[in-house]
């Protein structure tokens, strides 16, 4: 952890009380998973995900006396996590290391990591190539239709959480998963 | 059914918001079934592999972990240790400098012995080889000066 993270979790854990603080380590373990996996997603740098997924239950904990619970702690991480990933894409000073640790860091491709299934090995390079399409096309989207995306298909979270998570409307949630999803059909199209 | 789905409804429907127009037109058109099943197949194990992936960078291992709020003992602790470390911090300089002191004092002693030792052989009149001489010649001295003033 970097040091002015370690002196701003020394300040919260000051600021909170204990008990607060060892529930919150019971939802840092529940949750964490699920935040990093959508945030490393998100950005494709292992350190990047690292550092924001760190920055978002540190936030989470700091404002753990504003959550009112009328979202589900899932949805509300996956706020914070959202706005964070956008927040870091926008952010022009890392844009340099972003371009230097895509040259540099190769975290694969996600079809390397497919699950195995019974199917003959047409079947699988089939699935493969099409999982790899999908991949390479995620890369490409816009950032809020790739936030949709993802929390939709790899979160599986339905429309209502996903408006919850990205403080978007219904209809402009649509918008944008429909849009993504051409992009990803023109693109199996091609791949098939 | 000439008309497959538009770009839309094939979306919409993929994204689990299919109308009943959409649904009826599934139901009869095998080409737009078995695409819509491939997509979400496809879409079912690039999720699934996105995680697998996602476990494999770590996704699993949490490695965040809240500064725990110091208990009473343990602050007790914390305080003796700094009150420790204080101490030999102010006392490490102050024993330095006194042994400087004392190395200096002695150093000072020495020279000052050894100037008076040299102040005392530079007093003398002849050097210490000859003093024997230098009494003997000084004896014969009185002896003629008492001699003479008997006379």
Redesign the interface.
């Given at each position: 952890?970097e040091p002015a993270a370690?002196s701003q979790?020394?300040v919260?854990?000051?600021e909170?009380?204990?008990l607060e603080?060892e529930q919150?380590?019971s939802v840092?373990?529940q949750y964490?998973?699920r935040v990093?996996?959508f945030v490393?997603?998100s950005l494709r740098d292992?350190d990047a995900?690292?550092t924001v997924?760190?920055d978002c239950?540190?936030r989470a904990?700091r404002g753990l006396g504003g959550f009112r619970g009328e979202a589900s702690l899932q949805t509300w991480l996956m706020q914070i996590a959202v706005n964070l990933v956008r927040d870091y894409a926008r952010n022009r000073r890392l844009q340099f290391w972003r371009k230097t640790q895509a040259a540099k860091i190769d975290?694969?491709d996600?079809?390397?990591?497919?699950?195995d299934?019974d199917a003959t090995p047409e079947e699988k390079a089939l699935?493969k190539e099409?999982?790899a399409a999908?991949?390479e096309v995620a890369g490409t989207l816009s950032p809020k239709q790739r936030t949709v995306f993802?929390l939709?298909?790899?979160e599986?979270m339905?429309?209502l959480e996903i408006c919850g998570a990205t403080g978007l409307k219904e209809g402009a949630v649509?918008v944008h998963?429909?849009?993504a999803?051409?992009a990803?059909?023109e693109r199996?199209g091609r791949a098939v | 059914m000439n008309q497959h789905l538009t770009?839309?409804q094939?979306?919409?429907s993929?994204?689990?918001?299919s109308s009943g127009v959409e649904r009826r037109h599934i139901a009869e058109c095998s080409q737009c079934r078995d695409e819509i099943e491939?997509?979400r197949?496809?879409?079912a194990?690039?999720?699934?592999?996105?995680?697998?992936?996602?476990?494999?960078?770590?996704?699993?291992r949490?490695?965040?972990?809240?500064?725990?709020?110091r208990t009473f003992a343990a602050g007790r602790l914390r305080v003796a240790l700094a009150i420790v470390a204080m101490l030999v911090i102010a006392v490490v300089p102050v024993t330095r400098h006194m042994m400087e002191q004392r190395r200096a004092a002695e150093a000072a002693m020495q020279d000052g012995l050894l100037m008076q030792r040299i102040d005392d052989e530079l007093s003398q009149t002849v050097p210490q080889q000859m003093e024997p001489l230098l009494k003997l010649t000084s004896g014969s001295d009185t002896e003629q000066q008492s001699s003479g003033g008997s006379r």
């Open positions: 952890m370690t979790l020394m919260a854990a000051v909170a009380p204990a603080a919150f380590e840092v373990r964490w998973p990093f996996l490393l997603a292992r995900a690292e997924t760190q239950f540190l904990y975290v694969g996600v079809s390397d990591w497919m699950p299934r699935t099409r999982v999908v991949w993802l939709r298909f790899v599986d339905d429309l649509k998963l429909f849009r999803l051409k990803v059909r199996i | 770009s839309d094939f979306a919409s993929m994204a689990g918001e491939r997509m197949s496809t879409l194990v690039f999720g699934d592999s996105v995680r697998k992936w996602g476990d494999a960078h770590g996704a699993a949490t490695s965040f972990e809240l500064a725990r709020p």
